[in-house]
């Protein structure tokens, strides 16, 4: 299933994601990713595993134009010169010589102006043929109108965190008005779960009774139902596994439809609150985190 742009280029809807996949593993779920199906894979200079993303790619025998490569400048790097440069980091590492799409990893909203100089190395390197289409991730609102009134470009997409425990209509809604499209990170909900994130009291969005019913009638997993709910409303999706049952399961989506009222049974589960970390605070620790060369 392919998804236009706003620029016209067209993208896979759902792809692997492979942020905390250790760079060992990588290589691995990504030439599994390619071997069930999947042509998007999704990865960022902070994750450190670009070059084993390119390897799993080079590995499966399908031609680099042939896998739409999407990956994140993190906000050390924002800057317009820095960040030209960080495409060379990226397309070194990636062993490529073209991304299809590069997006700005968070807003950095203690040093925006630094944030809308990255956008416009991005509107360059978009100019030049370097990458195909442009974005933004963990974008808000009021980011999101700020960098359209000071940049020539529209983001073609806004990655953010969208699960059925949190959805963000009002990003939703602004990006929907500006043909912004929507991307779903833990589209499964892993922030609702996995180690190292989050209170005690988290609830876990996989073990929901609600997913489970609508899953247990279409004889499909919890994952597939929410990957399906995501895909029926127009969104694309980049779930994340090292596993290759999974990453196979992760991709049988196509072959059965929610009702309107399943979607709107999960559109209910949403809880209004954030479970990863909250755009607007300055984190300035992340500052600190330099990105090796190619
Ligand atoms: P996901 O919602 O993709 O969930 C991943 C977790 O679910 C992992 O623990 C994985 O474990 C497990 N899992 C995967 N498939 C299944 C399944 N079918 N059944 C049960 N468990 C499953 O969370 P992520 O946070 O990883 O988000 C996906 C991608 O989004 C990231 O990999 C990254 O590319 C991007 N992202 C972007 C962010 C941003 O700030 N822009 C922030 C966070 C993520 P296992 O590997 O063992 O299968």
New binding site residues.
Partial sequence: MELTLNNGVTMPALGL?????APEQTTAAVQSALAAGYRHI???AA?GNEREVGEGIRTSGLDRAGVFIET?VWVSDYGFDETLHAWDKAVGKLGVDYLDLLIL??PAPDRFEKTIAAYKALETLLADGRVRAIGV??FMPHHLKRLLAETDIIPAVN?I?L?PYFTQPDVETIDGEHGILNQA???????T??PGWGGQDRRNV?QDPAIAAVAHSHRK????VMLRWHLQQGRSA??????PE??A??FDVFDFELSAAELAAIDALDTGERN?PDPDEARPERFAMVIPEA
């Fill in positions: 994601g492979v942020f905390q996949s999704d990865t960022a994750y994140k990893h968070q991730s963990n990655q965190e699960h990170w833990s589209p499964i909900g892993g922030i779960f996995y996989m997993t919890p994952a597939q980049i779930p994340k596994s090292t596993n999974r990453i399961e992760n990863g």
